[in-house]
């Protein structure tokens, strides 16, 4: 199910690696094929294929993964209606803190 991207770099979804026990259980929910799991611990593969549904994150036993679910795509595209230009929420790549 590749090359669903909503909007580049408007993801709210975030995975602590040294948290995860490597359970899978984010790999078997994911509608969209955002982690894997590999080296016995999942790893995002592409967040912006995430639709920020928040089933990842609710289905993680040791609470290594967060989501806003439904924030980043509306974020983005009220932003770039707001500054009349291409949805965005903002943020570069370099900040840490984005949405």
Do not use: W
Not at 11 to 29: F, Q, R, Y
Not at 58 to 67: D, E, F, T, Y
């Amino acid at each position: 199910m590749k090359e669903l991207v909503y909007l580049p770099d408007v993801v709210t979804l975030e995975l602590c690696e040294s948290t995860c026990n490597g359970c899978g259980m984010c790999v078997k929910v994911c509608p969209h094929e955002v982690f894997e799991l590999s080296g016995k611990k999942a790893h995002i593969i592409n967040r912006d294929y995430c639709m920020e549904c928040g089933a990842c994150a609710l289905n993680c036993q040791v609470k290594a993964i967060s989501v806003k679910s439904g924030v980043g795509c509306a974020a983005g595209i009220i932003s770039g209606i707001l500054s009349n230009s291409e949805p965005t929420c903002g943020c570069s790549q370099s900040n840490s803190t984005c949405c």
